[in-house]
């Protein structure tokens, strides 16, 4: 019986058998960079997550903002909230993931509900007055 991995062995074609070898690019893989590659000039090391900043938003700003508005600031916190909400959504939308986008739409949407209840607060006392002339 002959060993399986003997390099003397030859094959039917009367050739000894060759190692192949692949030879392919460095990929980035999952978020990590392969040893040796340069990102923004210095050298990442192996094993090194990439990170990628995010840039900052207002929109925890603008959903205290708005949250206030509601009992307190009414017209006069929410228009400024509902400013620096679509400031922050903009930029959120720019970036796909951004851990600020929640927080940018709900203060909007908190915002566009605190200018509609000062609307229909003033109608009603518009009727009000309306009534008593």
């Known amino acids: 019986m002959q060993p399986a991995n003997d390099p003397n062995q030859f094959t039917q074609y009367g050739q000894s058998p060759q190692t192949q070898y692949i030879v392919t690019q460095p990929q980035q893989v999952a978020g990590f960079q392969q040893p040796g590659m340069q990102m923004g000039g210095m050298v990442q090391q192996p ?3 990439i990170v990628m900043g995010m840039p900052q938003t207002s929109a925890t700003l603008a959903l205290v903002l708005s949250i206030v508005s ?3 600031g009414s017209i006069c916190l929410a228009i400024p909230s509902l400013i620096i909400a679509n400031n922050a959504i ?12 929640g927080t940018a739409k709900a203060a909007q949407v908190i915002s566009w509900i605190s200018i509609g209840l000062f609307v229909l607060i003033m109608m009603f006392y518009i009727a009000i007055f309306a009534s008593m002339a």
Do not use: C, E
Request: charged share 5%; hydrophobic share 35%; no cysteine.
């Open 47 to 49: 094993g090194m997550p």
């Open 70 to 72: 509601i009992f307190f």
């Open 90 to 101: 903009s930029i959120t939308s720019m970036y796909p993931g951004h851990p600020d986008s």
